[in-house]
């Protein structure tokens, strides 16, 4: 009995002191805190990085929902969004929801870094890494002002207008600007503002010091498929969705371009398994489609024609890819649905369809063009809506698969339930939730990428000219900013 | 913690004190009053302590009791008989049959038999016979139409696969309706979707029930969520699982061999194309093999049943073997401590094809119209097909390896005739290693890539470690005082599990090589969670008269994931029961051969979910971007956040008729789940990830009726039939104001969470046909609910001469729905099927995402999961063997179907590590294979 009572107080001990050595309930947290991020060195930097990330998840969220949305792709079949192809924008689809959180998110992360992050940098805080934190809050802005009529700058804030955002976005390249005032990307989003704001001296003027920095400046959104997690509308999704929709297989079908942009498709394309192929974000192109959209606006044909004479010359130092794309079909379920030959004149022209399965194809890798030197001759014969019309193909040519031909024919996303609910400031059924579309896109909304096929003839019209639908409407404040 | 160790110590303090008293062996046999046959495991309690020995095999038992003493012999099924001991040392005792469930001992938590009738929720049961006669491999078929009160439903024939197993329907939106597992007290991975960093392989997800270790188990108890499971706190309101595995029993050396071969076949009644089992499926070879022994001393004895399984698959390509072992010893310390403990382990090793949501899928695509009509296909394009989708599988290669231990340790210490400790402490750890090789050939076999592709070579490797440790230890008393009996029950109970993750992708292999090295580039990444929940729990148990029964109790309930201004969470229980048939009055109305039983019991408790591991706190994190580190927002955090609290009141009766021989229960059962775990999507002005937290609401009530009866019970037939009816109606009562928000799904017709609706709901456009032929199309419109209201199983087994057992076992559920996704790929394709989609509405739409209603349909069925019969041989060889029998079952022979695709199959799975799944997407998964199985058992 003795024995066992010593041995009580041992065990009674030993467990103590066991507990003490391999505490069950300690749990160790892996992940970071703020301040593992706010106050240590070289932060800033990791948190650029982070910015040029979110740009890359922020183009996947926007740009392929836009391009489906446009006329330039069709969804043929992908379980990519259906909805927005017909021009049906609702408040409850998700994927609207999720572009709108992809600005958010941008702008959020663009402010931490202006203000928690850059000034706390016990390394130093560079005007450089300050001008890429202003330089991505601008791109938030400008999104905003470009794809929605209004959406909040704030969590939970207020609606702010397009022109507010808009001029959001002028004040934040300005800052970007004012920290480096060699940043030709803060130059020519500033002039891409101001452009949307209609306000064409302004925007001549940054297209004019984009060029006089840099005549063949391109400013890429960089995709890394090595690290990419979740799926494609996710937060972590740093594959190239574009790419995935585009040309991959894996999502069924591809969506399917426009017959007139065919030599165009795919922009992007699996280089490797591990690396996937840069979008261009911002480029020099887009300062010619300004000042030459300006000088159309003040009935300045030549000045125009000069304009895009010389961005055909950008154009033509522009590289191509070529790789083998025969894995690629057109209407692979429907045979014959689709022009698949160069065979194939679409609106009576040539060439503008590639043989996918006889080889390599060569398609632009930032921007490529049918127009020529000729046709804007005689657009210029042809006065001021030829002119127009040109420019606008040509817009929809150089800038394909960058999300960019939304905002051209006048669509804009709505405010999302998600959204809607949970701001005081808008609410169900509140005007910004409901998608009011220009009527010259609701009156051909089923229609917008229709086009007549005859396999046989190899002929294919197009049904309607959305660009000379545009311009017909040129005064409509939904297009052509500049009108 | 402080509390922990200090029970802790007094318990190992006893352990180390002695005592003794003067003992006397008595040994004997028990038997069936009816057949005379010998019952095996049957409890031998000598009367007023906690002395208790089982019969093994061939009924016979050995005990050490005081002077004077009786002798108390229960088991499931009978009636139990008390016997006094007097000057015999050998026994011979024959027992009742009896069909109340009223006197059943069970252990319901913590891990001190209680008999039945003191406890007012219920318990179902599946006994060593039932198991026994099963040929299942994995727990979900082993339960699967054996548990009255909860449904199972296989979601894939792909190996490892999980199945759905919910009771009293969706409590919660966090995770899924698995209960929680323990063996011996132990708590064990249940892990029952794909693990956060799995390889989804296209939606056959990976379950940690597939591999919980199958030897040696005696009895399975299954209690839902509730009063029940509140002393489990945690997350028991999905109810819990306990299983107990076989103990040695002394005296006796035993053999027993076990062989099973049999074919499995894929099933073709669910099949779109006949073609399709053409171009996959091939009759497989499954055989299995089973050693088990046991013997020892009464005081020491020991228990051992190894087995090796093998199977290749119902198609071309899966396969899958299993290695299963455990021992379990026992020891009587000492006349006060009784040790018993196992170790098992158990080794998964298959392969799987691409399912469902891939384009490498070659059933999803082949049953998807990826080809057209294959029936209609000339022979010759058709043989070209079969051997483009037979290379495709040569060149699969997409492996899983799961290695599992599992060990457990009781301790039982009687500190005096009426005060016992007990103590389960034990560890569950499983590692899985899932393996895909992507070739580029494969690939190119695909068509994923041209021909003559080099640099899209992939590997994918994703390993799990998963630990978890329990302990429980508690003191239970026992007093009587007049007419008044009291069960006092104190303890405290810990688990921590820690999953670790990591998972490699490799890029740019070179074909041929199944090493991450020969890449040009790897990512990793890793997955860490580590969770420490920890209780205190009081149960007092009065009982009056033996037949009134009040039942109090309390747990307060701690967790490293709540919130920093949570503490501990009390969570209450209340219940009383009342054997009305034993009172007087009632003997003096009802006969025994007319109303035998009557038992009234009603109780009210709560159970909760805890919340995911370091969602409380505000994150940020730091992924890789070309090359280098990137900081990124991660969680918000919320300090408020704590588990969500299911509370559930019940009422219900237990009855039985002429002597017992029709019984059954109804019960009525309301929960509502409050601060639901809810991850509503956070408003995108904010730029944030969605954050967890206590906004919901959800209500779940029903019916669980069951019903049994022994209609033929003659010394040569005996017929019995029993079959359950539940009801379940599931309601989002409250989303806390935030938008509703998918759980699963696709963008055109998702699973959704929404205020008024069922959990999960399918959301989708919903066209309707008007008078003048137009089409009205309404988005986001209820579809459907993929939990059928109505579920419950049928069963029936018929004996002859105690020699020929004959079993039939189904379920069926009624008022679900599930959306056939296959038909819309092949309605991509073409060929879809006939008079689905009106032509008005095809015509009007502006895309197939407007004609998602169409493709959801009623997932009523009817299901026959097994037909077995059994043959008791006897001993042969003039008793060389002994106990040898043999059997033939079939398993899953029959389906009646309201849908054009099979209920059960959810190609889309439990895609989230833990996290909600109601199913209800057929989509291009082939479903549990059909098998045909003999049986040969004998001892030595």
Redesign the interface.
Known sequence: MKLAYKSGLFAIALALASCEAADPFETVNPNIGESDVIGVANSSLAWKAGLDRQMAITFNQIAVLSEIASDNYDNTNTFFNQFVDDFNIQWQDNDVNVAHRGIGRLREKALFGLNEVGPNDPAGYSDATRAEYNFYLGIAYLYAGEYYNALPQENKGPLVSKSDNLNAAVNAFTAALAADPSHVGAMLGRARAYYRLGDDVNAVSDANAALAADDDYVRFVQFDPVNSSGNNNGFDYTKNNMQLALQERGGFDDLQPLPTLDFLDPKVYSISGSQDSDIPLLKAEEAHLIIAEAAIANNNLPGAATAMNNLLALIATRPSNTFDDSTEDRSQRDPGGRPDTSAVTVNGRAGLVLDRKAGPVTVPAISGTSADAAEITAAVTAGEDAMLTLLYRMRQEIFIAEGRRFADIGLSYVISEVEALQNENIGAGHPSTISSLPAFLTAIATEADEFDYDAAAFTCTVTHDLNAIIVANKADDAVCPFH | ?KS??TL??VL???????AGYAQTSVSGIVKSAETGEPLPSVMVTEVGTDNVVATNFDGAFEISVGSNASLEFKVFGSEPKTVAVGNNDFLVVELEVNSSTIDEVVVTGQGIGINKRRISTTISSIDAADIERSPAVQLDQLIQSKLPNAQIRLSSGQPGTASIIRSRGPVSALINTTPVIFIDGVRVDNLNSNPELGISSGGAQSSAIADIPMESIERIEYIPGGAATTLYGADAANGVLQIFTKRGSGGQNTVNFEAQIGSIQGTTDFLKFDRTADALFEPGLMQQYRIGFGGGTRNFNYQFSGSIYEDDGFNDLNTQVRRNLRLSVFSQVNTRLSYSGSVAYSNLEFNRDYNAN??YARFGNLEGGQFGDIDAMDDSTFNALVDQIRLEGELTNFTENINRFQFSNNFKYNITSNLVAALDLGLDYRNSTQREVGTNAMQIAK????V??T????IIDSDRNFAV?SGNLNIQHTAEAGDFSFLTLVGGQ?F?QQDVQQAI?A??VVDGSVSINNS??Q?A?DF?S???S?GMYVNENIGFRDRFFLDVGLRLDGN?AFGESVGLIPLPKVGASYIVSEESFWKNTFSQSSWSTLKLRANYGQASVFPT??AN??????????G????????PGDDELRSEITSTWEVGADVGFFKNRVYGGITYYNTTTNGALFTP?????????SQLQNVGEISNKGWEISLGAEVIRTEKHRLSVNASYNYNENVVVSTG??????VGG???LGAFVKEGQPLGYLRGTQGTINGDGTVTFT??AFLGTTFAPTFGTFSMSYTYDNKLTVSVAGDYQQGGQGVNVDDV?RF???VNDEGRLPAEAVAEA????DLAGYWVEDANYVKIRNISATYQLGDLFDGTLTRASVGVSLINPLNFVSSSFDPDVTGAGIADQGGFGGGGFAFGTQSAPRMYVLTLKFGL
């Open positions: 913690m922990n160790a802790f110590s190992l303090l006893m352990l180390f004190s002695f891939t384009s068509g994923f890539f041209p003559g592709t640099d899209q070579g992939y440790l810990f921590r992708t890029l740019q040009s580039s990512q990444e860490y580590v969770l420490t920890y490293s591991a370091f706190l505000l994150t940020f994190a730091a992924p890789a971007y070309l280098s580190s990137s900081f990124d927002f991660d969680n999507p956070a408003n995108p002005s904010s730029g944030q990830r104001g935030t938008p509703e928000f998918a696709f963008t055109f988005q986001n790929l991509f394709g073409g502006g895309s197939f995402f």
